[in-house]
């Protein structure tokens, strides 16, 4: 079972827009794809916390504008997450895309999901160069955020991989905005001050 799992991470950094139409099948109810949603969120933390441990003080950004609560980080990370499923449905669908929420929410779910496993890896280059790890793990945001484009080609039944990206803007535009309105309101609850870089 596990060996299959990594045989289609693998498959999905390989050959995204193959693996897409694979994944993107799966019949998964929509409560179980939420409850995902916010495991994946948790052990997110889990794994940022952990490299952390690897990562020498003098490369740690003290003035990070995320909380530094790992409870209250999880929680941004979820809503980030949120946004991103309901941005890349609606968004999509505004451009006549063919997705609905249940493959937005899996698409982003299972991409995460990569992520992590992704991350589990990049630990073991912090042992032999902590900067030679944090390199590879920006390169590898960025193709994470490639093999988005595809999920999302695939998901909306899109012919255009320009196009995708183009809306993937507006999306993150929209996801920077409501991460922006997320972390005022946590820190309201919360009472906590949130740092900004100047």
């Known amino acids: 079972m596990i060996n299959n799992v990594l045989m289609l991470v693998l498959e999905t950094l390989r050959s995204p827009r193959e693996t897409a139409a694979r994944v993107l099948e799966f019949q998964i109810d929509r409560s179980s794809l939420w409850l995902a949603l916010m495991l994946v969120s948790i052990v997110s933390v889990l794994g940022s916390q952990l490299t952390l441990a690897f990562v020498p003080d003098e490369m740690v950004n003290s003035q990070s504008p995320l909380p530094q609560s790992p409870i209250v980080l999880a929680l941004v990370i979820w809503g980030l997450l949120v946004v991103t499923v309901f941005s890349t449905h609606y968004i999509g669908r505004a451009f006549d895309g063919a997705g609905t929420l249940d493959k937005a929410l899996l698409a982003t779910v299972w991409l995460q999901f990569v992520m992590l496993v992704v991350q589990v890896g ?36 899109f012919k255009s991989l320009g196009l995708v990206f183009a809306g993937a803007i507006v999306s993150a535009i929209g996801v920077l905005f409501g991460l922006s309105l997320l972390l005022g309101l946590i820190a309201a609850l919360f009472g906590l001050e949130i740092q900004t870089n100047v």
Do not use: K, T
């Not at 280059?125 to 902590?130: A, E, G, K």
């Not at 390199?135 to 080609?153: D, H, K, R, S, T």
């Open 122 to 157: 990049q630990l073991a280059l912090f042992v032999i160069s902590p900067l030679l790890a944090v390199l590879i793990g920006y390169l590898v945001a960025l193709y994470v955020f490639y093999v988005f484009l595809n999920f999302v080609l695939v998901m909306h039944d």
